[in-house]
């Protein structure tokens, strides 16, 4: 659908909302009907409808520090509060499924990974296949309305399939050179994911990756740092928006944790060998458009105009399946707004994704 308020335009809306990125920042009642979305959407689906804000048991392991009350289950779904203490409803095991993802593969961070470059073709480096462990974390902290791996959230209702850090590992083949956390999101499950890192470091040496919406904890953000820094991989931080209000509407969530995470990341990465810090940009028709990449590329480069930018093609799906798949168009204007902010290394990703549609993009 078109926005009501910019038919004249063409601003894409989703019908979830009703109306586009520029009346959600603008007009506090469209924000309002972007809240409600989230919270009907959950609760249809089972999941806690927003985060715990007022209990007296505060939760330290992701950036969201839900509030609970007694006997009350966190925005995840992985922790509850009891008898004074936050307690995690699986103990050791976190709720997550994994596959071998055949290298070179489709990677955020693929024109920039020292193990994608090395690795060249599906041949591998000593003539025989070599394969990334793709871990996906069945449980996430924030709610994208357009969430492309919303099959996570069927995961977080039914508990399963649960795995300890031990067995995850063990399911590494000889042949596996990296791993790579997603979902979901890695953020939820921080204790988890360090734990199957350091056994399969210790195993195998691998190369260990986060794809993650940055939404870490500070409790944990520095073992999640040095055991992808020491093992030569990457942190893959998508920045949905910068602007406050329109990164609320989509994701359901604050992003002041996650810019401070990205300048504190952003600072560690100055000193890299390599590529450490990577940011992807999803260009969302209707609400991710060359101003609101602007802006995200502006504070990028103030971290450091050098950090690898990936700007994504979008794909219509959960409550955003009505959007139009991003246009060639859009992308190669958002390219031209990252490279006047100064970046120095953007890549368009996802380039089958994009398509001829005519939209208002600015």
Known sequence: MLCPRHTREGRPAAAAIGFCGECIVTDEGCASAAADAHRRGRLAEGLVPIVPHDGNDV?????????????????????????????????????????????????????????????????????????????????????CLFCQNATFRAMTRSGRPLMTPEEL?????????????????????????????????????????????????????????????????????????LTPQLYTALTGIGNRTVINNFRHLAAIGRKREGEFLVASILLVPGYVGTKEVRRICDFIASCDP???????????????????????????????????????????????????EQYYFE
């Open 169 to 241: 590992a063990a399911c590494a083949s000889p042949r596996t050179v990296c791993v790579c956390y997603f979902g979901g999101d890695p953020a939820c499950n921080p204790e988890h994911s360090i734990a199957t890192s350091e056994a399969l470091v210790k195993q195998q040496a691998v190369r260990v990756c986060y794809e993650t919406n940055g939404n870490l904890s500070r409790k944990w953000l520095g073992r999640i740092t040095d055991v992808v820094r020491d093992s030569g991989g990457t942190i893959k931080v998508d920045l949905k928006a």
């Open 306 to 356: 050098t950090i690898p930018t990936a700007l994504l093609g979008f794909s219509p799906h959960h409550m955003m399946s009505d959007l139009p798949r991003t246009s060639r168009a859009h992308a190669l204007a958002a390219r031209e707004e990252a490279l006047g902010a100064g970046l120095t290394n953007v890549r368009i990703g996802n380039a089958p994704f994009l398509s001829g």
């Open 59 to 143: 939760c330290p392991d992701c950036g969201n520090h839900c509030r609970l009350h007694d006997g009350e289950l966190g925005f995840c779904g992985l922790r509850r509060a009891v008898g004074g203490h936050i307690k995690r409803v699986y103990g050791r095991r976190a709720i997550v499924s994994w596959y071998y993802d055949p290298l070179p593969t489709n990677c955020v961070a693929d024109w920039v990974c020292p193990q994608m470059l090395q690795t060249g073709t599906r041949t591998g480096i000593v003539g025989r296949p070599v394969y990334n462990l793709a871990v996906f974390y069945g449980s996430c902290n924030s709610d």
